[in-house]
T-cell receptor
Framework: GNSVTQMEGPVTLSEEAFLTINCTYT??????LFWYVQYPGEGLQLLLK?????DKGSNKGFEATYRKETTSFHLEKGSVQVSDSAVYFC??????????????FGTGTKLQVIP | SAVISQKPSRDICQRGTSLTIQCQVD?????MFWYRQQPGQSLTLIAT?????????ESGFVIDKFPISRPNLTFSTLTVSNMSPEDSSIYLC?????????FGPGTRLTVL
């Protein structure tokens, strides 16, 4: 079955530091890949996505590139802010048995950015 | 895109009781889902809420414990029945769009 593995947190960084959160996946077929973010007390929001190999998703300064050869989708940001403190979930989407897009989530990585 | 609301946003319940969570989507969607997020863990799919028919449950989840209704294309309910402290979690409603899933804000349930 499909699975997503992401680095364990929490990750603590100083403001303006470089962020990398690693994510690797196992899937049959050609999944779409996502990063979701969950700010404290809120629901999940889509941060970025990539639907095919070598695609780069980007949003709010975050980037991730779909690497089929290494089955990875690492999240990066050049300069984090305190407001980026949240839990980040890597996920993949593939057609389920019923023809719908079934989403498999990683365990989440908590990021804390300190001033 | 779709905007999803859930009620209640949080609740504290006694062991042995049941709670029904409502999910409202601001547009008609084909697929709706219910997830559970246990403390410090990732999201686990409970079931797919099918409009006009019985929900499709994932392994480890049963209808008697988590009955689901989906009377139309914009609304669904999840009931957590005969609750125990192990049911303390965040329950999230989700709707599928084109190559993306949208999530509600979640219902934080604490069972004493």
């Amino acid at each position: 079955g499909n699975s997503v593995t992401q680095m364990e947190g929490p990750v603590t960084l100083s403001e303006e530091a470089f962020l990398t959160i690693n994510c690797t996946y196992t899937a049959t077929g050609y999944p779409s890949l996502f990063w979701y973010v969950q700010y404290p007390g809120e629901g999940l929001q889509l941060l970025l996505k990539a639907t095919k190999a070598d695609d780069k998703g980007s949003n709010k300064g975050f980037e991730a590139t779909y690497r089929k050869e290494t089955t990875s989708f690492h999240l990066e940001k050049g300069s984090v802010q305190v407001s980026d403190s949240a839990v980040y979930f890597c996920a993949l989407s593939d057609l389920g048995g019923g023809g719908y897009q079934k989403v498999t989530f990683g365990t989440g990585t908590k990021l804390q950015v300190i001033p | 895109s779709a905007v999803i609301s859930q009620k209640p946003s949080r609740d504290i319940c006694q062991r042995g009781t049941s709670l029904t969570i409502q999910c409202q989507v601001d547009s008609q969607v084909t697929m709706m889902f219910w997830y559970r997020q246990q403390p410090g863990q990732s999201l686990t799919l409970i079931a797919t809420a099918n409009q006009g028919s019985e929900a499709t449950y994932e392994s480890g989840f049963v209808i008697d414990k988590f009955p689901i209704s989906r009377p139309n294309l914009t609304f669904s309910t999840l009931t957590v029945s005969n609750m125990s402290p192990e049911d303390s979690s965040i329950y999230l409603c989700s709707a599928a769009g084109y190559n993306e899933q949208f999530f509600g804000p979640g219902t934080r349930l604490t069972v004493l």
